[in-house]
């Protein structure tokens, strides 16, 4: 089983449908979650950190299921501009010595 | 504000030569600083990663090696370069010190060996 799995993808959704993305971690010791977004032939960009609690930050929302060790990302309204590929970010140890990243799921959206 | 410069953008290697890729973190002092590669349509492979001036660390055995002479910045080289090695790098920073600091990556270098 990989350490961190996510939905193999692509998704093709139209401009303002709401999409969600699935990430499991095998880790129950694993500390601190991210997603990031990674647009083609570029460097991952810092989207999102996953809180416990759950958050937010305008159409984007993620949740953390630490009993189900399971991350999740919702886009809702989306955009052109949300086309990329979607990582799940985990991190096992400190000093960010043991962050494994999932292969990611790419995210087209059409007009 | 902190910021990471990583260069060439873009290099076209024969085998067997050697390689070079450098990396610099300016705005922070005492980063972790990290060097991962992304093969065509794959996930990234960590490669090293360092704590501080001297102090590296390799995940993955290779024709690859890694210093870092100064608290800001890291290299990649090679002696000897495999078709293999081709991919995208990518250099990253984090916060020293707990677990709940993102990484931030450079712009990456596309090699492609030939």
């Known amino acids: 089983r990989k350490e961190v799995e996510q939905d193999p993808g692509p998704f093709n959704v139209p401009e303002g449908a709401t999409v969600a993305f699935n990430c499991t971690y095998s880790?129950?010791?694993?500390?601190?979650f991210f997603w990031y977004r990674q647009d083609c032939r570029k460097e991952p960009k810092l989207l999102m950190s996953?809180?416990?609690s759950g958050n937010e930050d305008g159409r984007f929302t993620a949740q953390l299921n630490r009993a189900s060790q399971y991350i999740s990302l919702l886009i809702r309204d989306s955009k052109l501009s949300d086309s990329a590929t979607y990582l799940c970010?985990?991190?096992?140890?400190?000093?960010?010595?043991?962050?494994?990243f999932g292969a990611g799921t790419r995210l087209f959206v059409k007009a | 504000s902190q910021t990471i410069h990583q260069w060439p953008a873009t290099l076209v290697q024969p085998v067997g030569s050697p390689l070079s890729l450098e990396c610099t973190v300016e705005?922070?002092?005492?980063?972790?600083l990290y060097w991962y590669r992304q093969a065509a349509g794959r996930g990234l492979q960590l490669l090293f990663y360092?704590?501080?001036?001297?102090?590296i660390s390799s995940e993955v055995p290779q024709n690859l090696s890694a210093s870092r002479p100064q608290d800001r910045q890291f290299i990649l080289s090679s002696k000897k370069l495999l078709l293999s090695d081709s991919g995208f790098y990518l250099c990253?920073?984090?916060?020293?010190?707990?677990?709940?600091?993102?990484?931030?990556f450079g712009s990456g270098t596309r090699l492609t060996v030939v």
């Open positions: 990253a920073w984090s916060q020293r010190g707990g677990t709940n600091y993102g990484y931030t």
């Open positions: 880790n129950s010791a694993s500390q601190s």
């Open positions: 996953v809180y416990s």
């Open positions: 970010v985990v991190n096992t140890g400190t000093g960010g010595f043991k962050t494994i």
């Open positions: 705005g922070t002092s005492n980063p972790n």
């Open positions: 360092s704590v501080g001036i001297g102090q």
